[in-house]
């Protein structure tokens, strides 16, 4: 089943104590990216990849890092989490080229103490 | 003010009605998207427009250029369309791929 899957589902640390949240996709998509989701704020872009060694700033990636050594795997490092990093976040992929769509994770629920 | 706006922000139908969200948007975009989160908080990506209209069985969605403005509709609606419906824009700056995302329409259809 074509899927992009994120690990944990929800965690919960404590400020300062550095955590990776996993997103990998087995759709061959170059384009990946990292959401974050919070009320009032709505969706907000944190990083994105259009393929392997290549990633690029959204809206809001301070305090967040990124890696993209595979196609597959895209994941989101706190290096020291804080409790305003408290919210859902989201990764998704999809092909590159104009007519493209995005299959999105299920989401991970972080809470920062 | 926001780059991408929806209205309404709430909206109650009664099963069966005809629903109309809207999105404005205020920068040049390559393209629109509409999303749909469930309750359950997974998102499903349901249309990526650039230009005209698009349809998938009961919902449909267009796009004006020229005015910056999307429209998504439902036909009628079923309760399990109960859901937030998110307008997001990709830039037209070159080789922009940043997503702008609108807050989000909560949609309740009652039965």
């Known amino acids: 089943e074509a899927q992009v899957t994120q690990n944990p589902r929800y965690l919960i640390t404590v400020t300062g104590k550095k955590l990776t949240v996993t997103c990998s996709q087995n759709?061959?998509?170059?384009?990946m990216s990292w959401y974050r989701q919070d009320p009032g704020l709505g969706l907000r872009q944190i990083y994105y990849s259009m393929n392997v060694e290549v990633t690029d700033k959204g809206d809001v990636p301070e305090g967040y890092k990124v890696s993209r050594k595979e196609k597959r795997n895209f994941p989101l490092i706190l290096e020291s989490p804080s409790p305003n990093q408290t919210s859902l976040y989201f990764c998704?992929?999809?092909?590159?080229?104009?007519?493209?769509?995005?299959?999105f994770g299920s989401g991970t629920r972080l809470t920062v103490v | 003010k926001n780059e991408v706006e929806q209205s309404p922000q709430n909206l109650t139908a009664q099963e069966g009605e005809f629903i109309t969200i809207n999105c404005s948007y205020s920068v040049g975009i390559s393209a629109l998207h509409w999303l749909q989160q469930h309750p359950g908080g997974g998102i499903v990506s349901l249309f990526m427009l650039s230009s005209g209209k698009k349809k998938h069985g009961r919902l449909i969605a267009t796009i004006n250029i020229q005015e910056k403005h999307s429209s998504l509709h439902i036909t009628a609606s079923h309760p399990r369309d109960s859901a937030v419906y998110i307008c997001?824009?990709?830039?037209?700056?070159?080789?922009?791929?940043?997503?702008?995302f609108g807050k989000g329409t909560k949609l309740t259809v009652n039965p």
């Open positions: 997001a824009v990709r830039g037209s700056q070159g080789g922009s791929e940043k997503l702008v």
């Open positions: 998704a992929s999809s092909l590159t080229g104009p007519a493209r769509g995005y299959t």
């Open positions: 759709m061959n998509h170059e384009y």
